[in-house]
C-alpha cells in the first residue's frame, strides 16, 4: 500500500505501516480487540501455505513436462484458458505496476530487505525476488516472471506441486495419468482466509484499534459472513479470476445504493436528503485508507449550471496521520449501514433543480504518494515508472451516481 512509502524515513515504522514483522509487547497486541493472530485465523495449511516470499519451488518431479514444470501464467493458460484470460484483466495480474516497481529503485525501499517485503504481497513466488534471504542475488531470479505479479502459481504452485478448490462435480473423470501430477483439492481455497495474508495486517494493534489493512476482520463482523457468505463468493463469482473491486464503477454500483430524499422543496429553503447505503458490501465501503469517495448536493440553474453559495458536501474515507500514529477521521459505512447528508438551505434565485452527486477516487491516496516521490526522485528510470503511474490514474475518478430533483416555479 501507499501508505509504507510515506514513512520512507523510518524502516521501523516502515514496516509496520506494511504489516511486516512488528516487535510490540505481548500485552498490547493481545488487548486489541482488531489484531487478529495469523495462525489462530489462518489455520495449519493456510499458514504453511502463506510463508511470504514463498520458498523457491525446487526440482520439479521425475516424469514432469516441460509444461507441467513451467511457472509462466501463458503456459498454465495453455491448458486453463477461461482462468488466464480473466486473470490479465485483473489487478493482481498488474500488481508489479510502474507505480509499485517505481519506488523499489532508489531510496529506502530499494534496500534487499524492502524489496522482499513489498514483493511479499505484489510478486510473492521466490523465482520473483531478485534478492535472496540473506540480500544476496537470487540465482533462480525470473525478469519476466517478476513483471507479471501475482501469478497463477502463487495461489495453486507450492513445490510443483498443485492445489486447488474441490473439483467441480459436473466434470468427466480426470485423464490418467492427469497433467502436472493431477492437484490437491482443499476446502480453505474457498473460504475468506485464504485471501486474508495479503488483505489483513495480522498481530498489529492498528491506529485507533484498526490495522491500515482490516479487510478480513471487517468481513467476519459484516452480515454476509453470518450468512456464509465469502470474498470468493463476492469477487469470484462461478470461480471467475477477475477480481473486480472499486475500480470498476459497474460492479460498485451493484452494492451501493444512493438516494435523494426530498423533505421540502417547495418553500424558501429546500430540504433533502441524500442517503448512500451500503447494502452488499461484505466489508467497509471502501476497505483501504486508499480510495475517497465524495458526495455533493447543490442548486442548479436553467443552463445547469451550479449556482454559487448553494453547495453542501462530505467525504467517506479514512485519513490517518502515519507520522503521528493518529486517525483524522474514519467515514466509512459498514456492511448494513447508511450515512446520509442532510440538505437545508435558502432556494437561490433562478434555481431550477437540486442535483446530488457521489463520485468515486479509487486512487486518492496515490496521487499525493506519486507527486511526492516525484519531487524527490533523481533516478531516471525511477522517475518515468512514477510519472507512467501519475499518468493511469489521472482519470480514474468516476462518477458514483447523480440524481436530480427538479424544482416547480
Ligand atoms: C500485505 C500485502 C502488501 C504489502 C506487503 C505491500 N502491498 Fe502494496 N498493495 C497491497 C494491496 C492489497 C493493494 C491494493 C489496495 C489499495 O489500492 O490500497 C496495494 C496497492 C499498492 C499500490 C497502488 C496500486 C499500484 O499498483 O499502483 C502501490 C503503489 C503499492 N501497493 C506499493 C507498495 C510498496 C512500495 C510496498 C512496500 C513498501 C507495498 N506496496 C507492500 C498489498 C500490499
Ligand atoms: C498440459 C495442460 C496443463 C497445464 C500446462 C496446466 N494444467 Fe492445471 N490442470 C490440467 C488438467 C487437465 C486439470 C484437471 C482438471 C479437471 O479437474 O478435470 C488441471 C487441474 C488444475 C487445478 C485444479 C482445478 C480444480 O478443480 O481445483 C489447478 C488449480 C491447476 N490445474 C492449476 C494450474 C496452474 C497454476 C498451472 C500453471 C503453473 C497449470 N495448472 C498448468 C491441465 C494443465
Ligand atoms: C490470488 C489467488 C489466485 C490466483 C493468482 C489464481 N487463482 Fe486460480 N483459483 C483461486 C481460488 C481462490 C480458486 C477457487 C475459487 C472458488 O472455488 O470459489 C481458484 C480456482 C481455480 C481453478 C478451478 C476452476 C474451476 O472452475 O473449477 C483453476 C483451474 C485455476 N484456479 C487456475 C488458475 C490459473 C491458470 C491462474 C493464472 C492464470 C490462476 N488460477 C490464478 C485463486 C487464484
Ligand atoms: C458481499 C460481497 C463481498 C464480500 C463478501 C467481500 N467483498 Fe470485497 N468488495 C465488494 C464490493 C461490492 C466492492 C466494491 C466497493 C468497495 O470498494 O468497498 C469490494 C471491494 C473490495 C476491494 C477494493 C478496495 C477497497 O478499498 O474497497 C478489495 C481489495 C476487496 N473488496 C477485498 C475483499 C476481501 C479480501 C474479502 C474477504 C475478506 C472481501 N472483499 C469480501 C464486495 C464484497
Ligand atoms: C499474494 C497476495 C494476494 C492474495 C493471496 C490475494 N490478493 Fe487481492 N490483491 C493483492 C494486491 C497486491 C492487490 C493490488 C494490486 C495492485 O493494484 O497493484 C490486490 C487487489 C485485489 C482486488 C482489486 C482491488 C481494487 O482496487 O479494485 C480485489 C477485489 C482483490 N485483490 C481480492 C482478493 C481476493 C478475493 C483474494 C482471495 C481469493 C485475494 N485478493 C488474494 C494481493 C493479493
Same mark, same amino acid.
Given at each position: 500500500?501507499?501508505?509504507?512509502l ?10 509496520? !505501516? ?10 498490547? !497486541? ?5 489484531a ?5 485465523? %489462518?489455520?495449519?495449511? %493456510?499458514?504453511?501455505h ?26 498454465? @493458460? ?15 495480474a498488474? $500488481? ?5 516497481? @517505481? ?6 525501499? $530499494? ?5 522482499? !517485503? ?17 540480500? @544476496?542475488? +537470487?540465482?533462480?531470479f ?10 497463477? !502459481?502463487?495461489?495453486?504452485v ?6 486447488g ?16 501430477? &493431477?492437484? +490437491? ?7 475468506? =482466509? ?16 484498526k490495522?491500515?489493512?482490516?479487510t ?7 452480515p454476509?459472513?453470518?450468512a456464509? =457468505? ?35 422543496l ?8 441524500l442517503?448512500?447505503?451500503? /447494502?452488499?458490501? @461484505? ?15 447543490y442548486?442548479? &440553474? ?8 448553494t =453547495?453542501?458536501? $462530505? ?7 502515519l507520522?503521528?500514529q ?5 467515514? /466509512?459505512?459498514?456492511? &448494513?449501514?447508511s ?15 437540486? %442535483? ?15 507527486d ?6 533523481e ?9 507512467e ?14 440524481? /436530480? ?5
Amino acid at each position: 500500500m501507499y501508505v509504507c512509502l510515506r514513512l520512507g524515513l523510518s524502516i521501523a515504522l516502515l514496516l509496520t !505501516a506494511c504489516g511486516g514483522q512488528r516487535v510490540e509487547p505481548e500485552t498490547e !497486541a493481545a488487548a486489541a480487540p482488531s489484531a487478529p493472530q495469523r495462525l489462530h485465523v %489462518l489455520g495449519a495449511f %493456510l499458514e504453511a501455505h502463506w510463508q511470504l516470499p514463498l520458498a523457491l519451488q525446487g526440482e520439479p518431479p521425475a516424469g514432469f513436462s516441460e509444461l507441467d514444470r513451467s511457472l509462466d501464467p501463458a503456459v498454465c @493458460g495453455a491448458c486453463h484458458p477461461e482462468q488466464y484470460a480473466a486473470w490479465r484483466t485483473s489487478l493482481h495480474a498488474a $500488481a508489479y505496476s510502474p507505480g509499485f516497481s @517505481g519506488q523499489l529503485i532508489e531510496g529506502a525501499l $530499494a534496500d534487499p530487505v524492502e524489496v522482499r !517485503a513489498c514483493q511479499r504481497c505484489h510478486a510473492p513466488l521466490g523465482e520473483q525476488q531478485p534478492y535472496n534471504r540473506l540480500g @544476496g542475488p +537470487e540465482a533462480s531470479f525470473d525478469p519476466a516472471l517478476r513483471g507479471q505479479g501475482i501469478v497463477c !502459481a502463487a495461489c495453486h504452485v507450492r513445490n510443483h506441486r498443485r492445489f486447488g478448490p474441490p473439483r467441480r462435480a459436473a466434470l468427466p473423470a480426470l485423464l490418467e495419468p492427469p497433467p502436472h501430477g &493431477g492437484f +490437491e483439492p482443499r476446502g480453505e481455497f474457498q473460504e475468506s =482466509r485464504f485471501c486474508a495474508p495479503c488483505h489483513q495486517f495480522f498481530d498489529d494493534p492498528g491506529i485507533n484499534g484498526k490495522p491500515l489493512e482490516n479487510t478480513f476482520v471487517e468481513w467476519q463482523r459484516s452480515p454476509q459472513a453470518a450468512a456464509g =457468505r465469502q470474498c470468493q463468493d463476492c469477487h469470484m463469482p462461478d470461480r471467475s479470476h477477475r477480481w473486480r473491486g472499486i475500480h470498476d464503477p459497474e460492479w460498485v454500483r451493484r452494492a451501493i445504493d444512493v438516494d435523494l430524499i426530498p423533505t421540502d422543496l417547495s418553500g424558501r429553503r429546500l430540504e433533502a436528503a441524500l442517503v448512500l447505503r451500503n /447494502r452488499d458490501v @461484505g466489508h467497509a465501503f471502501p476497505t483501504y485508507v486508499t480510495p475517497r469517495v465524495q458526495l455533493v448536493v447543490y442548486q442548479v &440553474g436553467a443552463a445547469g449550471k451550479e449556482l454559487d453559495a448553494t =453547495r453542501l458536501e $462530505a467525504s467517506i474515507g479514512r485519513e490517518v496521520d502515519l507520522a503521528a500514529q493518529v486517525e483524522i477521521f474514519d467515514t /466509512r459505512v459498514l456492511p &448494513g449501514e447508511s450515512v446520509k447528508l442532510d440538505y437545508s438551505l435558502a432556494r437561490a434565485p433562478g434555481a431550477t433543480a437540486l %442535483l446530488a452527486r457521489v463520485s468515486v477516487d479509487p486512487d486518492f491516496h496515490y496521487r499525493a504518494v506519486f507527486d511526492l516521490l516525484l519531487e524527490s526522485l533523481e533516478d531516471a528510470s525511477a522517475r518515468a515508472q512514477i510519472e507512467e503511474a501519475r499518468r493511469r490514474i489521472s482519470d480514474s475518478t468516476y462518477i458514483l451516481a447523480e440524481i /436530480r430533483l427538479p424544482l416547480s416555479d
